[in-house]
Structures are given as structure tokens and as C-alpha cells.
């Protein structure tokens, strides 16, 4: 079985744009040709690749195929960029982030490589404890991630920890936590939850109460909007030293347990494929993180 360039820019095009007909616009050709592509694709391999949803999902069995189409466009690109030759277009490279990460320290170091490469990036943002999957699925590249074991055919450095600490408003830590921070009070307080995978306040719920508690909870799943809503009033949260510091500062906010924090160690897993421009990007991102996050555990 031989597997063609073209079925391969065809499924990764799908799966990136999401669905057939933005896959036709960004391959110039019509939907119909799309799907005729992934139908004979699908024909060859006997494996359904894509969940025909919107979003278009990619199967399990797609995750090879994907990461093979990724690796090739990388190595055209490398290779273009050696030889002085102009590829059909930019490089897109995919990477997966946690939210706080991107919100703090994570984009400028991007910003330098696409100054000097000639590449743009495709953003997924997700949980810390989720971005290892969308690796191991070929859906991108690289990922910060808090899994310390590398994913398969990838490599594994550490970039330091995220120090996060809970914090309201001082109205907010006067009403609902008079005497402290109680396990009786954390089972009233109203808190704030990124979105329903976002562990992190349950984490610290769970050290304070010793068992599970289930306080009324905000979700709000925007990093900025989160500080902002714990800013508000809205309820208390954990939340990482770039974000609460100003404020801290202000009087804004004030720590509600300054004894326990909850460190986050995050690492920077990647493809194990000799590449120069995916290695300037773990560069730049892994001088970026050791300049803003702390060292150890």
C-alpha cells in the first residue's frame, strides 16, 4: 500500500479547517473533490478516519496519518529553507497550551521565531492535563503539558512550575471566610472554575477539606475573564503569581491561604524529529518559561 502526498494534505486539511468545504477553500478545490479524496482514502485503508460531526473529528485510526502529513510538511519546509527554496507557503505549525500559559508567558517566545522563520502557528488551547493527548492523536506538534512521561516518538524537557494561589477580594474573604479559610467555609464559598476539566480548585478543595465538598461554582473559560471575575467578586479561585500579582499589590485581592500554594510543574514534549525550526521553537519556549516560572516541584 502506498499512501499518496495528496491524501495526506487532504486528511490534515480536513481535520484542521474542520469541515469538507473550508478544507476545498484552503486546498483551491471543490468540496465535492474533498470528499471524494477522503472517501477513496477511507476505501484504501479499510478505516473510517474522520467522524463526519461539525467539527469534522479524526478517528483514532487517523492519528498516524495525521502525524505522518504533519511530519512531511515539516521536513518539505526544513528542507525548502536549506536549499534557499520558497515552499507554496508557510509552515503551520500546531501547538498545544494551557490557558495560563498563554495568558502569561507563553506567546512572546512565538512571536521571536515567527520574526526570523518563515511559519505561522495553530493554537490549541487546553488543559494542562489534556494537551499530551492532542500529541499522541497528531494533532500538533508540540505541547506544554503536565505529563512528565514522554509521549511516544516524542521527547520530554522540564520547563519549571506554575505557583498558583487561591485569592478574593478582602469583601468576599470578610464575608464567607470570617475565621479563615475553614473546611466548613469552602463548602459554602462560591468558587470559580475554568471549565469542567479545570481540577485545580477541587485540588485545593480536597487539601483544605479532606474529602469532597461541592460549593456553588462559576465556570467561566477565559483566562483573562476568570482573573477578572474573581476581581469582581464573583467568587474566589486559584490563580497563577502573573495574574495576581498586581492586583495583590493594589489591595484587590489578598491571599486567602498564603501557606498553601499549589505548584503546577509543566514540560515541553515535541516530536523526536530533527527539525530546525521546531527546535527554535523549544528554544525560545524553554527560555521564556525558565525566565517566568519556577524551578522544581
Known amino acids: 500500500m502506498r499512501i499518496q502526498r495528496e491524501q495526506l494534505e487532504t486528511l490534515a486539511a480536513v481535520v484542521d479547517a474542520g469541515t469538507f468545504d473550508a478544507a476545498a477553500r484552503r486546498l483551491g478545490v471543490t468540496p465535492s473533490a474533498i470528499s471524494q479524496r477522503m472517501k477513496a482514502f477511507e476505501q484504501q485503508l479499510g478505516r473510517v478516519l474522520v467522524v463526519r460531526s461539525k467539527p469534522v473529528r479524526a478517528t483514532e485510526s487517523a492519528a498516524p496519518l495525521l502525524r505522518l502529513a504533519r511530519q512531511l510538511a515539516l521536513l518539505e519546509h526544513d528542507a525548502g529553507t536549506a536549499l534557499g527554496v520558497d515552499g507554496d507557503g508557510e509552515l503551520s505549525i500546531p501547538l498545544a497550551v494551557n490557558a495560563d ?36 492523536a497528531g494533532t500538533v506538534m508540540a505541547a506544554v503539558t503536565s505529563q ?61 477539606a479532606r474529602g469532597d465538598v461541592h460549593p456553588p461554582r462559576h465556570f467561566v473559560p477565559a483566562s483573562a475573564d476568570f482573573a477578572l471575575a474573581v476581581t469582581l467578586g464573583l467568587g474566589w479561585a486559584m490563580l497563577p503569581d502573573a495574574q495576581a500579582d498586581a492586583p495583590r499589590r493594589s489591595g484587590a485581592l489578598v491571599d486567602l491561604d498564603p501557606a498553601r500554594p499549589i505548584r503546577v510543574p509543566l514540560y515541553w514534549q515535541q516530536w523526536d524529529l530533527r527539525s530546525p525550526v521546531l527546535d527554535a521553537v523549544a528554544g525560545e519556549v524553554l527560555a521564556a518559561a525558565r525566565a517566568s516560572l519556577v524551578s522544581g516541584r
Open 101 to 136: 500559559s498563554m495568558a502569561s508567558w507563553f506567546l512572546p517566545p512565538l512571536a521571536r521565531v515567527a520574526a526570523e522563520h518563515r511559519v505561522t502557528f495553530d493554537l490549541h488551547r487546553e488543559d494542562q492535563e489534556h494537551t499530551a493527548a492532542l500529541l499522541a
Open 148 to 208: 512528565s512521561r514522554a509521549v511516544p516518538g516524542c521527547t520530554v524537557t522540564a520547563l519549571g512550575a506554575m505557583e498558583y494561589r487561591a485569592v478574593a477580594t478582602p469583601e468576599f474573604a470578610a464575608r464567607w471566610f470570617p475565621r479563615g479559610i475553614t473546611a466548613d467555609a469552602v463548602a459554602d464559598a462560591p468558587m470559580l472554575d475554568f471549565d469542567r476539566d479545570d481540577e485545580l480548585q477541587s485540588r485545593y478543595l480536597r487539601l483544605v
